[in-house]
Structure formats: C-alpha cells, structure tokens
C-alpha cells in the first residue's frame, strides 16, 4: 500500500472516535499540516469527510451510507455454507443455520448427517420457537422488554415432557442462554433428538444468525453430543469473522479450511 493511501485510511479511524481540527490530525498522522489537509481535501471530495462550522472534520456520510449498503448485501448463507460443510465433515451430524425474520425463525441452510436417520426440517420452514436452540439464540439477543413481549404472545405446545411449558420459564432459559452464549434442545422438540447451537455475529455484535448441529440419540448421546460444543462454538467464531470482517475472535478459533460448494 502507497504512503498517502496508508495515511488517507489512518484518518478515518481517528474520525471515529470524534471530530478533530487540522492540527490534531497532522500530530496523530506525523506530517505537516499542509500534507494532513490535502489528504483531508481528498477525502471530503469523496464524501467519506465532512468538514463542520468549526472548521474540525469529521466522519462523512457517504461513509455510513456505504457501510450500511455493505452490510445489506452480504448474505451470510453464502459466507456460512463452507463452514457448515465442514463441521459437517467432521462430525457427521446435521447442520442447520437459522435467522429471524418478521417474527419467525427460519430455516436457511441444512447440510445433511451422513447417518441413515435424517431429521424432518426444511430450508424456508419455521423452526420450533420455543424450543429450537437456534430460535433460543436469536431471541435471548433481544433486549429484555422485547424478549419479554415475545415470550408473553408465544403459545408453548407440548411437544415432549422436556418442552418449555410457559413464558416464565422460556424468558429464564433465554436469560441462561444470554448470559453462556450457547444454546441446546436437549429433546424438547423431538424426544430423541439432540441439538447445540451458537450465534453468528456481525461486526456491531448484535447477532445475524445462528448455527446448530442436531443428532438423535441412536447415533449418540446428550452428553456426547455436548462435547462437540466448542467445535460448534469455533464454527460460529469464524463465520461471524468473515461476515463481519473483524480479525481474530476472543476465542482464538481458527477460520476452518472452506472447501469448494459441490
């Protein structure tokens, strides 16, 4: 990278913490203040500056409107998809990616176990709300008062005698699942089906997503299934990275080899 680029870019993350006169932006750059305002100039030009009344800059709204347009366009099915194959390789077990969407969660992705027994949901279904570790997830995200507006509307069917029987004990598990970053559904959707999930974050860390990897109990266990929870939680770590396009997670978890989409 050219010098001026490199010293074009260093100013928008100063911008960011605050508008900041000529000076200040010549100091934090190291260069004259004559080489800070032509830099400045360029990127005024472009919309990604604005200079205010008092004469300090600050971060243009052509920049949010970018970012924001950015965000928009980015399916986080596409960036997930070879993450999922390739947890999938590795356990074997079924692998869903879920969002929320108008009041729903659905659905989006599913790669297949490579075990004889296959599990009943579809891209594009609901998933069992009130249940669903993904669905768990996505609303514990939620802020408390719209957690609870929701959980109150819900109607809590009776699945299996390990379904969430009401609101009052959906908002705690949602509270748990808020507070650990993970979530399961130890048969409550399926008597003899297991699943573990994890969130997918975008770069605002408000979730976008969320990732599961489900069993029945004929392959393995409960306990054996949660053992797979820090591969699934490393899974959701890389995907969230790539989609936010942030660096190393707090983890430490290393982006999985992709392999090409078959």
Known sequence: MSQTVDRALSILPLLAQGPADLGQVADRLGVHKSTALRLLRTLHEHGLVHRQQDQRYRLGAKLFALAQEAVENLDVRDIAHPYLQEINAECGHTVHLAVREEGEVLYIDKVESRYPVRMYSRIGKPVAITVAAVAKLLLAD?????????????????????????????????????????????????????????????????????????????????????????????????????????????????????????
Not at 154 to 166: F, I, K, Q, V, W
Not at 191 to 196: A, D, L, Q, W
């Open 142 to 262: 939620l802020p408390e008062q719209e957690r609870r507006n929701i959980a109150e509307k819900l109607e809590y069917p009776h699945y299996t005698s390990r379904s969430t029987p009401n609101s009052g004990a959906f908002l705690k598990e949602l509270a748990v699942v808020r507070e650990q970053g993970w979530a399961t559904d130890l048969g409550g959707h399926e008597e003899s089906i297991n699943c573990i999930g994890a969130p997918i974050r975008g770069a605002d860390g408000r979730l976008v997503a969320a990732m599961s990897v489900s069993a029945p109990n004929v392959v393995v266990t409960a306990e054996e299934l949660l053992t797979l929870l820090p591969l699934v939680r490393r899974t959701a770590d890389a995907i969230s990275r790539e989609y936010s396009g942030t660096g190393e997670s707090p983890s430490g978890a290393k982006t999985p080899q992709k392999k090409a989409s078959s």
